[in-house]
């Protein structure tokens, strides 16, 4: 798969003293679909602003599909540019007195032609189901629209990688299944995809790959089932294990092993997965 980011040995400390990043190593690939996990304080947030140049480690090196970031000034945009990110809270990104000025704010700051901004601004919007949306003022929209625009923000700048700082927090059910929806396009439409959530259901129906940090140190970085197979992992970062996950090893426990190699992600996997079961009695 072809490299899209790599951070190699990297550290960082606030104030100089109090250490957030220890010594992470990660490489992300194109087509990727992560979730990024661990306690409060463990340095998920910390990693996602070091991946978009937000924060400059003090130590280690970050390189962008295989060049040394060197954080000049154009470096910087080249890597905000390729690794966007959205943040927890939308009311601290969004800026603009109406959604359509405000998805066309970074394209128009990268001084791109009128007609490539308004084409950006408008598929932006497209993928995101905000069409009719333009002239709406963002202060004024739920939490899962103002989700929505910070997204289209993100993808009128057209990156390879898109960070979301835990985007379901505060959505309701239904808002969260269609950011589940709108993340399920954007991976088909070629869009890398890093998540960092506390919602292990979530990132077990999500992630094939799951990086999981403590204390500011990456303790596990493999395939998202074989994450929450090890207690030790999930004891140390402080995560339990999703409810269906859970639900289907009792059921092996139960019946002995089952056909069926991958556990269920979904209501429907796990109907299949008792059926299965319960015919081998």
Known sequence: MKEILKLEHVDYRYEDRYPALVDVCVTIHMGE????????????????????????????????????VTWSK???????????????????????????????????????????VESRVSTALEKMNLDGYQNRAPQ???????????????????????????PTASLDPENVALLELTLDQL??????LAVSTHDVDFAYRFATRGIVFSSGKIIADGDIEKVFESEAILSQAGLKKPLLYEAAQLL??????????????TI???????????SRE
């Open 33 to 68: 679909r992560i979730a990024v996990l661990g306690g409060n304080g463990g340095g998920k947030s910390t990693f996602f602003l070091c991946c978009n140049g937000v924060q400059r480690p003090q130590n280690g090196k970050i390189y962008l599909r295989g060049r040394e």
């Open 74 to 116: 154009q470096n910087t945009m080249l890597l905000r540019q390729a690794v966007g990110l959205v943040f927890q809270e939308p009311d601290s990104q969004i800026i603009a007195g109406s959604v359509e000025s405000e998805v066309s704010f970074g394209p128009m700051n990268l001084k791109l032609p009128h007609e490539e």
């Open 187 to 192: 991976s088909e439409a070629g869009i890398t």
């Open 140 to 166: 004024y929209l739920s939490g899962g629209e103002k989700k929505k625009v910070c997204i289209a923000d993100i993808l009128a700048m057209t990156p390879d990688l898109l960070l979301l700082d835990e």
């Open 252 to 265: 092996e426990k139960r019946f002995g092993k089952t056909k069926i190699s991958i556990k269920p992600k």
């Open 268 to 278: 429907s996997e796990f109907e299949e997965y008792v059926c299965e079961q319960v």
